[in-house]
């Protein structure tokens, strides 16, 4: 009997149990391949959620109003480029990733769509409503009339603001208190227990034009810009030449401010001051002016008259108390009077007192002022 060539596996493991372990290893790749097909979906499909949740989001903030306290004017230089504005986002705290809002912009398209102008922002947005509202119409821009009157501290300054509407009492009076070095003639000012606000004296009395959705720190920066306008280079040298600082000039012209009804006053009454700041016997400048403004940050608020009771009010602002200058200006002076400080009538007086219809009376010595106080009525107050 002829033998097979078959030879017997006693494993199993002939063409068939080849084919059967093929055919196992393939459903297996297959499996694997379909489970990360649904992972992935999923991952896709919580993405596309996720984005889709993030843009609906992004689409009701940025049509939503902004609060008072939310909304923040944010401006778009004209030809600004996509990175710059990004820069700017992130500079003032609105974003937290350059890259990743980067990305987004590009792939939205939102890159060429940015426009020129005042938006209004929040810093709770999120990147999409910040696109949204980067690309629509800016605000526009009506202006209002903002009247800061010489004359004014700079508490009264805010009142008067605040109560037409214009700005936040708080944030102006903090914004106020802070030292600044923006300007020359801002960098020796400090903040001091006798100076809670460096920027007293340097909020320029003027009429300013201001576009809608303006902010607290532009309108004190407007006012600044202008001072820079009206302090000359001149100013600065004339300063010098008296042997001054700027503040103490700034200071001298917020004396001469209060002081005269009418400017063709200004300069002389800038030379009995002067005459004092000179004399050795006279050094108190006895202005009472400066015990108005001890009245006002003493919360006594100003009096029509100042009395003999009010000139032992104990501050650093009394002139009938401490001999020289105060420690800083006493209100916001206008140019006339900055001149005046700086470039005063040549005169021997070292009296003046005001009449009743706002004359001032002037006098070299004191028997001849309380003469004259006698003679128009003032005297004994």
Same mark, same amino acid.
């Given at each position: 009997?002829?033998?097979?060539?078959?030879?017997?596996?006693?494993?199993?493991?002939?063409?068939?149990?080849?084919?059967?372990?093929?055919?196992?290893?393939?459903? @297996?790749?297959?499996?694997?391949?379909?489970?990360?097909?649904?992972?992935?979906?999923?991952?896709?499909?919580?993405?596309?959620?996720?984005?889709?949740?993030?843009?609906?989001?992004?689409?009701?903030?940025?049509?939503?109003?902004?609060?008072?306290?939310?909304?923040?004017?944010?401006?778009?230089?004209?030809? %600004?480029?996509?990175?710059?504005?990004?820069?700017?986002?992130?500079?003032?705290?609105?974003?937290?990733?350059? $890259?990743?809002?980067?990305?987004?912009?590009?792939?939205?398209?939102?890159?060429?769509?940015?426009?020129?102008?005042?938006?209004?922002?929040?810093?709770?947005?999120?990147?999409?409503?910040?696109?949204?509202?980067?690309?629509?119409?800016?605000?526009?821009?009506?202006?209002?009339?903002?009247?800061?009157?010489?004359?004014?501290?700079?508490?009264?300054?805010?009142?008067?603001?605040?109560?037409?509407? @214009?700005?936040?009492?708080?944030?102006?009076?903090?914004?106020?208190?802070?030292?600044?070095?923006?300007?020359?003639?801002?960098?020796?000012? $400090?903040?001091?227990?006798?100076?809670?606000?460096?920027?007293?004296?340097?909020?320029?009395?003027?009429? !300013? $034009?201001?576009?809608?959705?303006?902010?607290?720190?532009?309108?004190?920066?407007?006012?600044?810009?202008?001072?820079?306008?009206?302090?000359?280079?001149?100013?600065?040298?004339?300063?010098?030449?008296?042997?001054?600082?700027?503040?103490?000039?700034?200071?001298?012209?917020?004396?001469?401010?209060?002081?005269?009804?009418?400017?063709?006053?200004?300069?002389?009454?800038? %030379?009995?001051?002067?005459?004092?700041?000179?004399?050795?016997?006279?050094?108190?400048?006895?202005?009472?002016?400066?015990?108005? !403004?001890?009245?006002?940050?003493?919360?006594?608020?100003?009096?029509?008259?100042?009395?003999?009771?009010?000139?032992?009010?104990? %501050?650093?602002?009394?002139?009938?108390?401490?001999?020289?200058?105060?420690?800083?200006?006493?209100?916001?002076?206008?140019?006339?009077?900055?001149?005046?400080?700086?470039?005063?009538?040549?005169?021997?007086?070292? !009296?003046?007192?005001?009449?009743?219809?706002?004359?001032?009376?002037?006098?070299?010595?004191?028997?001849?002022?309380?003469?004259?106080?006698?003679?128009?009525?003032?005297?004994?107050?």
């Amino acid at each position: 009997m002829q033998k097979s060539n078959l030879v017997k596996n006693p494993a199993g493991q002939g063409r068939y149990g080849r084919t059967k372990k093929r055919v196992k290893k393939q459903k @297996y790749i297959f499996l694997k391949i379909l489970i990360l097909i649904l992972i992935c979906m999923i991952i896709f499909m919580g993405c596309a959620l996720y984005g889709y949740s993030y843009i609906v989001e992004g689409t009701n903030q940025a049509g939503a109003v902004l609060s008072e306290d939310e909304a923040v004017v944010f401006n778009i230089p004209s030809g %600004s480029s996509a990175a710059a504005i990004v820069n700017k986002l992130k500079t003032e705290g609105f974003i937290k990733d350059i $890259k990743v809002y980067t990305v987004l912009s590009k792939i939205l398209g939102f890159d060429s769509a940015y426009k020129a102008g005042n938006f209004q922002i929040s810093k709770k947005m999120n990147y999409y409503a910040l696109m949204i509202r980067l690309s629509s119409d800016p605000l526009k821009n009506p202006t209002k009339d903002i009247t800061i009157t010489e004359g004014k501290t700079l508490i009264e300054t805010v009142e008067v603001l605040s109560g037409q509407g @214009y700005v936040d009492k708080g944030k102006f009076l903090k914004i106020a208190q802070k030292e600044s070095s923006q300007y020359k003639f801002l960098k020796d000012i $400090k903040a001091a227990a006798d100076r809670k606000y460096p920027l007293e004296g340097y909020l320029y009395p003027d009429t !300013y $034009k201001m576009d809608e959705g303006w902010t607290e720190q532009e309108l004190i920066d407007r006012m600044l810009a202008e001072f820079d306008k009206v302090f000359t280079q001149e100013y600065y040298d004339r300063a010098e030449e008296l042997g001054m600082t700027v503040d103490e000039v700034i200071t001298l012209a917020s004396l001469i401010e209060m002081e005269a009804l009418y400017p063709t006053d200004f300069k002389k009454i800038s %030379s009995v001051f002067h005459n004092r700041l000179k004399s050795k016997e006279l050094q108190l400048l006895q202005s009472d002016a400066t015990v108005q !403004y001890a009245r006002v940050y003493a919360g006594l608020g100003r009096t029509t008259s100042v009395l003999y009771k009010d000139l032992e009010i104990e %501050s650093p602002y009394n002139t009938y108390l401490h001999p020289g200058l105060p420690p800083g200006p006493i209100c916001s002076p206008r140019k006339d009077a900055i001149e005046a400080a700086l470039y005063p009538e040549k005169t021997k007086y070292f !009296y003046f007192f005001a009449t009743p219809d706002g004359q001032n009376i002037y006098n070299e010595t004191f028997e001849g002022h309380t003469n004259d106080q006698k003679k128009y009525g003032v005297s004994g107050q």
